[in-house]
């Protein structure tokens, strides 16, 4: 963490992980590591799964998200939790902000990060 318990946004490197899909990676502790989502209007996540449990919270903007069988429309103020293991993708309808947590944190956003 670039300032012990606080990491501002412009300390965060914002990194293009897909086509349209850029991520910071926020405050981290030994149980948890929350990061910021932006997905441009398009954007797809393709479906995928890992260990990881993940939660999270669209600030603004609209995603198709697909968890397991399920597909919803999920929109600003919305929530979406995925249980480590199971298969999820995500496809932008707008542009849009989100906040995931992950539990245990994810090693490969950790490296990626510095």
Known sequence: MPDGYFVSANEAEQIEMWEGVYRR???????????EFYL??????????????????IIYGKL???????????????????????AHSVRALADTLAID???????????EAR
């Open 40 to 57: 441009l209007r398009g954007a797809v996540v393709q479906a995928h799964s890992h260990m990881n449990d993940q939660v999270g919270y």
């Open 25 to 35: 990676t926020m405050a981290t502790t030994d149980e948890a590591m929350l990061c």
């Open 101 to 111: 947590v992950f539990s245990p944190p994810r090693n490969d956003y950790r490296t």
């Open 64 to 86: 198709e998200v697909t968890i397991g069988n399920q597909v919803r429309i999920c929109v600003a103020g919305d929530s979406y939790a995925v249980p480590g293991g199971v």
